[in-house]
């Protein structure tokens, strides 16, 4: 089956629609021109490319704390969306048991934007977290990971790395930061997403210095724990970048057709409770 007639799940796209939802004013980044992407829009990316669910990852850059957006995304999708969430540190229980009844299945942890320090002792928030069976989305870089191992190890939340982990393609595979997310396959409670290649490769398309990186994780978290995501509209590329050839870098990654399925549909299906 070719991998653009296999059905599958984004599990990390954005959604901006400033002219519904005015971005916030003291947002450190407008997204506009070809970065904004509505919900409207993005529907017709899916019937596109066969996409029949996908994860909306809320953004810190224009809307950070101001779901909005979305939220309204959830609703109109009709059960084909989840999203991931940005909330101030200080949300409640029950702020985000609302979150949780209105399709969001995780929180974002920013640390690539924020730094370490936020999180270092976050510790709170994750206990809710897990009260709640909600992921703690991970975006890390370079070696950011290891400041944060400690307090990973004390809390029992469900992990969601995006972007593969964000290596640092200079200091290869075996970088503690990168050996610290691969050691994480053993708790049996993280995933990751083999997206975002461009965001860590120091190379235009096909992006081959990060390759090695997303075979490697595979291989220690195995296709019932590792998904696709996009990252449409592509915020900040600093190459053009189209969906179509995405799928055609991961199907050369990953030809093997089972292993295909289970990135692109069963494992991410499962986990967040999609319908056929």
Same mark, same amino acid.
């Given at each position: 089956?070719?991998?653009?007639?296999?059905p599958k799940i984004d599990t990390h796209h954005h959604v901006f629609d400033p002219v519904?939802?005015?971005?916030?004013?003291?947002?450190?980044?407008?997204?506009?021109?070809?970065?904004?992407?509505?919900?409207?829009?993005?529907?017709?990316?899916?019937?596109?490319?066969?996409?029949?669910?996908?994860?909306?990852?809320?953004?810190?850059?224009?809307?950070?704390?101001?779901?909005?957006?979305?939220?309204?995304?959830?609703?109109?999708?009709?059960?084909?969306?989840?999203?991931?969430?940005?909330?101030?540190?200080?949300?409640?229980?029950?702020?985000?048991?609302?979150?949780?009844?209105?399709?969001?299945?995780?929180?974002?942890?920013?640390?690539?934007?924020l730094g370490v320090e936020p999180f270092i002792n976050f510790d709170n928030m994750m206990?809710?977290?897990?009260?709640?069976? #909600?992921? /703690?989305?991970?975006?890390?870089?370079?070696?950011? =990971? *290891?400041? $944060?191992?400690?307090? +990973?190890?004390?809390?029992?939340?469900?992990?969601?790395?995006?972007?593969?982990?964000?290596?640092?393609?200079?200091?290869?595979?075996?970088?503690?930061?990168?050996?610290?997310?691969?050691?994480?396959?053993?708790?049996?409670?993280?995933?990751?997403?083999?997206?975002?290649?461009?965001?860590?490769?120091?190379?235009?398309?096909?992006?081959?210095?990060?390759?090695?990186?997303?075979?490697?994780?595979?291989?220690?978290?195995?296709?019932?724990?590792?998904?696709?995501?996009?990252?449409?509209?592509? #915020?900040? /590329?600093?190459?053009?970048?189209?969906?179509?050839? =995405? *799928?055609? $870098?991961?199907?050369? +990654?990953?030809?093997?057709?089972?292993?295909?399925?289970?990135?692109?549909?069963?494992?991410?299906?499962?986990?967040?409770?999609?319908?056929?």
């Amino acid at each position: 089956m070719s991998i653009f007639d296999q059905p599958k799940i984004d599990t990390h796209h954005h959604v901006f629609d400033p002219v519904n939802f005015p971005y916030i004013a003291d947002t450190a980044y407008r997204p506009a021109g070809h970065e904004i992407g509505t919900v409207e829009y993005y529907q017709a990316v899916m019937q596109a490319y066969n996409i029949r669910h996908s994860l909306i990852v809320g953004p810190t850059s224009g809307y950070n704390t101001d779901s909005r957006c979305l939220l309204d995304a959830l609703e109109k999708g009709n059960g084909r969306f989840r999203g991931i969430a940005v909330v101030p540190f200080d949300s409640s229980l029950d702020r985000l048991a609302e979150l949780k009844q209105a399709g969001v299945v995780g929180i974002a942890l920013n640390v690539a934007m924020l730094g370490v320090e936020p999180f270092i002792n976050f510790d709170n928030m994750m206990g809710k977290l897990a009260e709640l069976d #909600l992921f /703690a989305a991970i975006q890390v870089q370079d070696d950011q =990971l *290891l400041a $944060l191992m400690s307090m +990973l190890a004390r809390t029992k939340t469900k992990l969601l790395f995006d972007h593969s982990g964000r290596p640092d393609v200079s200091a290869g595979l075996q970088q503690p930061a990168f050996q610290a997310l691969l050691s994480l396959a053993a708790t049996e409670r993280c995933w990751v997403k083999l997206s975002g290649l461009s965001k860590f490769s120091h190379q235009p398309f096909p992006y081959r210095d990060g390759h090695d990186y997303q075979l490697a994780l595979l291989e220690a978290f195995s296709a019932d724990r590792c998904m696709w995501g996009s990252d449409w509209p592509f #915020l900040r /590329a600093e190459h053009r970048m189209d969906l179509g050839t =995405l *799928l055609m $870098l991961f199907n050369d +990654l990953f030809p093997d057709e089972n292993i295909q399925k289970k990135i692109m549909w069963e494992t991410p299906k499962q986990l967040f409770g999609f319908e056929d």
